[in-house]
């Protein structure tokens, strides 16, 4: 797990670089927004979370196609991908983060445990990234957070050197 010194150099340069950053999490159950916030002067730049536990919320707050959630599941990359469009547009973030996936114990829509799609938007432009963790429940929940941050400083780094 990051450090809470290595959660406020990201804070820092987030700030910096005029970087507001939203939540949609699905399996992660807001353990990303809640880690994000252990830092003081998170609130510089970050705009909120949404945990969406249920497909009717993904539609519902997150605008995420029901279709797309009925016809491929949730654990999808390009339910990923709209979720973090979401998170964006609910909250006027330039950047979205997303968890979806399969903690377990038991598989889940034809998905193994440990699969897990992520969802980084950036200023409208969005990318989903796949993983197949190992563990138990806690485990996979916490290293898809720990994958999420370290998305998340890629993208702040990247701005920050247009920014120069």
């Known amino acids: ?28 159950g807001g353990m990303l927004a809640a ?3 252990q830092v003081p002067g998170a609130s510089g ?23 797309l959630l009925e016809y491929r599941g949730a654990v999808d990359p390009d ?12 909250t006027g973030a330039r950047v979205g983060i997303s968890t979806t996936g399969v903690a377990g114990p038991e598989p889940h829509q034809g998905k193994d445990v440990g699969d897990v799609f992520i969802g980084v938007a950036f ?5 989903s990234y796949e993983y197949h963790f190992a563990g138990d429940r806690e485990m996979i929940r916490v290293q898809a957070t720990q994958e999420a941050i370290s998305l998340l400083e890629q993208v702040i780094k990247a701005a920050g050197e247009q920014k120069l």
Do not use: H, R, W
């Open 45 to 67: 730049m970050f705009q909120g979370g949404v945990v969406a536990y249920q497909n009717s919320v993904k539609a519902a707050l997150l605008g995420v196609s029901a279709p």
């Open 123 to 127: 200023d409208g432009e969005v990318q």
């Open 35 to 37: 880690t994000l916030v």
């Open 79 to 90: 339910v990923a991908c709209a979720m973090a469009l979401g998170a964006c547009a609910a």
């Open 1 to 28: 797990m990051q450090t809470v010194t290595q959660l406020a150099l990201l804070v820092e340069a987030a700030v910096a670089a005029d970087i507001t950053v939203a939540t949609a999490e699905s399996l992660t």
